[in-house]
C-alpha cells in the first residue's frame, strides 16, 4: 500500500517554464518533508512543513501543506537546467525524529536548456 | 563536519550469499535509519534505532535482514542468502543532532547487485 501519492512520476519541461509537484494521501501527517536527489547521492532536505496550511518559500521553490495535513505541493518558478533531479515528499508520524518517514515513489524532474 | 558515511559504495554477489552494509553516522546523532530504494524510485523504510531504545524494526522484509548498532554509533544491515529482488539501493540516514534535532541526514548509499 502506497500511503504518499507522488504525480506526474516524471516531467520533462524548457527551462523557464513554472511546474507543480503533488504528493497526496488519506492518512494525517505530523510534519511533511520535500528532499532533493540527485544521481549517486542521499537525498537532501528542502523544506519541512507541519501546520495546515503552512507555505514556505525557498527561492523559487514554493512548499504548501494542506490545510488537513494530509497532502503538499511543490510549485517551481521559471525552472532552470540546475533543478533537474529527483523530488521526494515523506510523511512523517512522531515529532521531531522519533520515527520513520513514509516516502512517495518520487517525481523525476529533467530541465532542458 | 564529516556527513553520514556508508561502504561499501558497490557490492555485487551471487545470490544465496550473505551481505553486510556499514553505516558511520554523524557523530553525536542519536537516532540512525536504513532504508531501500529502488531505481528512481522513492525510499522504503527498513528499521530505525534511536538511543538505547529497542529498533523499530517493522520495515525489514523477511528474517533474512537484520541490523545493529553497536556503541550507539555505526549500523551493519546484514542480509542472509541474498536473493534477487534484494537488489536495490540501500540507504542510511541520522538524525537527533544538539542544533537539528528533525532533520535526517543521508548517506550516499550501497549499490547492491545479486546475481
Known amino acids: 500500500t502506497q500511503l504518499l501519492e507522488q504525480s506526474p512520476q516524471f516531467l520533462s519541461i524548457q527551462e523557464g517554464e513554472n511546474l507543480t509537484v503533488y504528493c497526496n494521501s488519506s492518512?494525517?501527517?505530523?510534519?511533511l518533508q520535500w528532499y532533493r536527489q540527485e544521481p549517486g547521492e542521499g537525498p537532501v532536505l528542502l523544506v519541512t512543513v507541519v501546520t495546515g496550511g503552512e507555505v514556505k518559500k525557498l527561492k523559487r521553490l514554493t512548499f504548501q501543506f494542506g490545510d488537513a495535513r494530509k497532502d503538499s505541493s511543490l510549485h517551481i518558478t521559471a525552472a532552470q537546467p540546475g533543478d533537474t533531479g529527483l523530488y521526494l515528499c515523506a510523511g512523517g508520524r512522531g515529532s521531531g525524529n522519533t520515527g520513520k518517514l513514509i516516502f512517495g515513489q518520487g517525481t523525476t524532474l529533467q530541465v532542458k536548456p | 563536519g564529516a556527513g553520514v558515511s556508508q561502504s561499501p559504495s558497490n557490492k555485487v554477489t551471487e545470490k544465496g550469499k550473505d551481505v553486510e552494509l556499514r553505516c558511520d553516522p554523524i557523530?553525536?546523532?542519536?537516532?540512525l535509519y536504513w532504508y531501500r530504494q529502488s531505481l528512481g524510485q522513492g525510499l522504503e523504510f527498513l528499521i530505525y534505532?534511536?538511543?538505547?531504545?529497542?529498533?523499530?524494526k517493522s520495515g525489514l522484509p523477511s528474517d533474512r535482514f537484520s541490523a545493529e548498532r553497536t556503541g550507539g554509533s555505526v549500523s551493519t544491515l546484514t542480509i542472509q542468502r541474498t536473493q534477487q529482488e534484494d537488489s536495490a539501493v540501500y540507504l542510511c540516514a541520522s538524525a537527533g543532532g544538539p542544533w537539528d534535532t528533525d532533520t535526517q541526514y543521508f548517506g550516499p548509499g550501497t549499490r547492491l547487485t545479486v546475481l
Open positions: 534505532f534511536q538511543g538505547n531504545s529497542a529498533p523499530d
Open positions: 492518512s494525517v501527517f505530523s510534519s
Open positions: 557523530s553525536g546523532h542519536t537516532a
